[in-house]
């Protein structure tokens, strides 16, 4: 059975993609949720526009994650946190801390799913820590933790 997808589905495929299922499939699990319909002629024009649409704005979304690449790389994040004696915070800086700095001294807006952290940063120094801008665009930052005696 062939089915366009109408939304992104997470390894299975992208918007306006023309797939071919079972029919248990499209009727238990892609219809109920509104993430595909059959495919017909009329719907499979729609899926054609939608993909020379699709292009355009990647071409865009790429320049623009080059743009905040080049950004991100030159600017380095500070912190100051309460540490122990032996220069390690008390808490943690974790992928919301860094967003909402982000947003503060640079202005731009991420989601935290972004941010790439084997784990959180719990010492004090500099640190790097990725940043998932686009696919395939991954920009390096600069994380300082200063630290406070408490």
């Known amino acids: 059975m062939q089915i366009i ?10 918007r306006g993609d023309l797939k071919t299922v079972k029919s248990g499939y499209y009727t238990n699990f892609l219809a109920p949720k509104g993430l595909a319909f059959v495919a017909t002629p009329a719907r499979l024009k729609w899926s054609e526009k939608l993909r020379s649409e ?9 320049k623009k994650s080059g ?6 790389e030159g600017l380095t994040l500070t912190f100051e946190a309460k540490t ?11 992928e ?23 784990e959180h940063i ?8 990725g940043i998932k801008l686009a696919d395939g665009v991954t920009a390096e ?3 300082e933790v200063k630290g406070i005696e408490a």
């Open 5 to 14: 997808l109408t939304r992104n589905v997470d390894k299975f495929g992208k």
């Open 54 to 62: 699709s292009v355009k704005a990647k071409e865009e979304v790429s």
């Open 67 to 72: 743009e905040y690449k080049k950004l991100l």
């Open 84 to 94: 122990t004696d032996k220069n390690t915070l008390y808490g943690s800086i974790g």
């Open 96 to 118: 919301k801390e860094l967003v909402a700095q982000l947003e503060k001294v640079a202005k731009i807006s991420l989601d935290k799913k972004q941010i790439e952290m084997s």
């Open 122 to 129: 719990k010492t004090v120094g500099t640190h790097k820590v």
């Open 141 to 143: 930052l600069k994380v």
